[in-house]
């Protein structure tokens, strides 16, 4: 086999085995040279893996064939780069169409904009030549003529602020709760506000409160798909707080394509 495979749409994947069948004396194997890489584009029936810490990649070892196997399926662009670790509110787009890059909510079906902007991917390779994820981040990279990596930049932010020094949002004691789709936060750090906004919110956001005493909040929103500014600061407004769009000096993840 050789490196740089590109496998084509008729390839048929499966979880349990490589995306090559091996001959009798490839799985001999007695000089570890096996490798190989392969793309397709969506695959029909096949679910995105969903690890421990949301990785959406897998790998696993073939101490007989003496290879390490690496696989992601239905992805993004975005995500195969990101490998799920990666917030979207911490990733910058420096693309001529963001809409093939990563899926949002106004353009539908995310299965239908998987069909036509979703691949796969698998890498194998000798057993001990993989030393993290730099090899394959090269790989999907000059697959799609693209560069990412981590910069500081200056990004629009949500900003947590207090308006008052009162604290109508002060706990009472109790059992800690948590709703991010009801928007409810019981006896928790305020700072809890903003997990469901950093992961799914459009921008990064930020605790300027300075509170950190226990608070009950009730916004009565669905923290995890938040699009509407305005709804979210005027749930905030009762509790004397407020959210701002400001600059903010970030670390981000950026990806740009490359000129062809």
């Not at 570890?32 to 029936?45: C, D, I, N, Q, W």
């Not at 305020?190 to 799914?200: S, V």
């Not at 749930?235 to 970030?250: C, G, H, N, S, V």
Request: glycine share 8%.
């Amino acid at each position: 086999m050789e490196n740089g495979i590109q496998a084509q749409e008729k390839t048929t994947f499966d979880y349990d085995r490589p995306l090559f069948k091996f001959q009798d004396e490839q799985r001999i194997n007695p000089n570890k040279l096996l490798r190989y890489t392969a793309v397709t584009r969506y695959r029909e029936g096949i679910a995105p893996i969903k690890g421990q810490f949301n990785v959406n990649f897998k790998g696993y070892n073939d101490e007989e064939t003496g290879t390490r196997r690496i696989f992601m399926y239905n992805l993004s662009i975005q995500d195969m780069l990101t490998h799920g670790l990666i917030k979207p509110s911490q990733v910058i787009l420096e693309v001529k169409d963001p809409s093939k890059y990563r899926y949002d909510v106004k353009y539908g079906s995310e299965t239908e904009w998987l069909r036509k902007n979703g691949y796969c991917y698998e890498i194998l390779v000798p057993l001990g030549v993989l030393k993290g994820m730099g090899t394959i981040d090269n790989e999907i990279q000059k697959f799609f003529n693209v560069t990412s990596r981590w910069e500081k930049r200056n990004v629009k932010t949500w900003v947590l602020v207090r308006t008052s020094s009162a604290e109508k949002f002060k706990a009472s004691g109790g059992t800690a709760f948590i709703d991010h789709v009801h928007g409810i936060y019981r006896n928790v750090n305020i700072g809890w506000l903003g997990a469901p906004l950093n992961e799914f919110g459009p921008i990064p956001f930020l605790d300027e409160t300075g509170y950190n005493e226990p608070v009950n909040i009730d916004l009565g929103i669905n923290l995890n798909a938040i699009s509407d500014f305005t709804e979210l600061r005027k749930a905030l407004q009762k509790y004397d707080l407020d959210l701002k769009e400001e600059i903010r000096e970030k670390l981000m993840f950026v990806i740009t394509e490359n000129k062809k």
